[in-house]
């Protein structure tokens, strides 16, 4: 059964004429009379005539009036209704996340959100590496890889940069690392991205030339395990910035090789392409980019210069 039929009957009933049916459904009279002839084709029956310019129902018109208009109320209730849940600030979120972005970044800003919203169900999902994609189409993630899915948006929240640090009770057992070449007399803690084969390369940009290094006297496959080791003196790791600028500030790690730049990491919040977002999910994207996206700042590692380091 064509439903755009039963709209154009039962409206035009409701208006009392083709015109004023069609002036309604912003249409024509003889488009109107073309869908109401589809819908009495359909049902085999004559529904309504029309007598100098006045419609008239038939015997089976009559019925029919009566039940698609309960239908078509029926029908705006539950749209009402969609829209008024879409509307209501609660219900479970779910998000996926790097394990030291959530511990170090997101759980501190937490707070304020739940206060704002106490209503919202958050469920969040830490995997150890960067890069996690969406589980499921209702699920928002925080990556360093967005891709390039059309039926994602990737926001970008926030631009880390990396340092190299190590607690002061190691750099009291070895040499203070001056160039990078000094390194390799040193233990390095690296990162494994995806497997054991996969190991996170150290770039070390100077004025005039790059130091690539490959960290191979410890490897671990979590970040925060990664942090951990360094401030258990383990040896020299490379972190972000962010994660690690409470633990400089405190004198539990000292930044390294501070002239030279390290990579830059960026971390995007994605989510499904919907035309219609739920509300509570709309709410902590909004959270998020008024938290994280900030103006770019410059680090302030110089100033954290490291000791003996002119």
Same mark, same amino acid.
């Given at each position: 059964?064509?439903?755009?039929?039963?709209?154009?009957?039962?409206?035009?009933?409701?208006? $009392? /004429?083709?015109?004023? $049916?069609?002036?309604?459904?912003?249409?024509?009279?003889?488009e109107i009379q073309l869908r109401i002839s589809? %819908?009495? /084709? @359909?049902? $085999?029956?004559?529904?309504?005539?029309? &007598?100098?310019?006045?419609?008239?129902?038939?015997?089976?018109?009559?019925?029919?009036?009566?039940?698609?208009?309960?239908? *078509?109320?029926? @029908? =705006?209730?539950?749209?009402?209704?969609?829209?008024?849940?879409?509307?209501?600030?609660? $219900?479970? %979120?779910?998000?996926?996340?790097?394990?030291?972005?959530?511990?170090?970044?997101?759980?501190?800003?937490?707070? #304020?959100?739940?206060?704002?919203? !106490? +209503?919202?169900?958050?469920?969040?999902?830490?995997?150890?590496?960067?890069?996690?994609?969406?589980?499921? !189409?209702? #699920?928002?993630?925080?990556?360093? +890889?967005?891709?390039?899915?059309? @039926?994602?948006?990737?926001?970008?929240? %926030?631009? /880390?940069?990396?340092?190299?640090?190590?607690?002061?009770?190691?750099?009291?057992?070895?040499?203070? !690392?001056?160039?990078?070449?000094?390194?390799?007399?040193?233990?390095?803690?690296?990162?494994?991205?995806?497997?054991?084969?996969?190991?996170?390369?150290?770039?070390?940009?100077?004025?005039?030339?790059?130091?690539?290094?490959?960290?191979?006297?410890?490897? *671990?496959?979590?970040?925060?395990?990664?942090?951990?080791?360094?401030?258990?003196?383990?040896?020299?790791?490379?972190? #972000?910035?962010?994660?690690?600028?409470?633990?400089?500030?405190?004198?539990?790690?000292?930044?390294?090789?501070?002239? &030279?730049?390290?990579?830059?990491? /960026? &971390? &995007?919040?994605?989510?499904?392409?919907?035309?219609?977002?739920? @509300?509570?999910?709309?709410?902590?994207?909004?959270?998020?980019? =008024?938290?994280?996206?900030?103006?770019?700042?410059?680090?302030? *590692?110089?100033?954290?210069?490291?000791?003996?380091? #002119?």
């Amino acid at each position: 059964m064509d439903w755009s039929g039963v709209v154009a009957f039962t409206r035009t009933v409701q208006a $009392g /004429s083709l015109q004023q $049916g069609a002036r309604v459904l912003g249409s024509t009279p003889e488009e109107i009379q073309l869908r109401i002839s589809g %819908l009495e /084709s @359909a049902l $085999g029956v004559s529904l309504l005539t029309e &007598y100098h310019q006045q419609l008239v129902l038939t015997p089976i018109g009559q019925l029919a009036f009566v039940q698609f208009q309960a239908l *078509l109320e029926a @029908a =705006v209730q539950i749209e009402q209704s969609i829209i008024q849940q879409q509307s209501c600030i609660s $219900g479970p %979120l779910n998000l996926t996340l790097p394990h030291l972005f959530g511990i170090h970044q997101l759980l501190p800003a937490l707070p #304020e959100f739940m206060r704002y919203y !106490p +209503d919202i169900e958050l469920n969040l999902n830490f995997v150890a590496h960067k890069d996690p994609l969406p589980r499921h !189409p209702s #699920e928002l993630c925080i990556t360093t +890889d967005p891709g390039e899915e059309s @039926a994602q948006i990737a926001r970008k929240l %926030l631009t /880390s940069e990396y340092v190299l640090v190590a607690s002061p009770n190691y750099l009291k057992t070895d040499n203070l !690392p001056q160039r990078p070449r000094d390194l390799k007399n040193h233990q390095l803690i690296g990162l494994n991205l995806h497997d054991e084969s996969d190991v996170q390369t150290w770039q070390l940009q100077g004025a005039q030339e790059k130091f690539v290094i490959r960290p191979y006297n410890l490897r *671990l496959n979590d970040e925060e395990a990664l942090l951990q080791s360094a401030l258990d003196g383990l040896g020299i790791a490379m972190l #972000e910035q962010k994660s690690v600028e409470s633990y400089i500030r405190q004198g539990q790690l000292t930044p390294l090789l501070t002239d &030279y730049q390290l990579p830059i990491e /960026s &971390y &995007y919040l994605v989510s499904q392409r919907s035309l219609r977002q739920p @509300a509570r999910y709309q709410a902590f994207i909004d959270f998020m980019q =008024v938290t994280f996206s900030q103006p770019e700042l410059p680090s302030d *590692l110089k100033k954290l210069r490291t000791p003996g380091q #002119e």
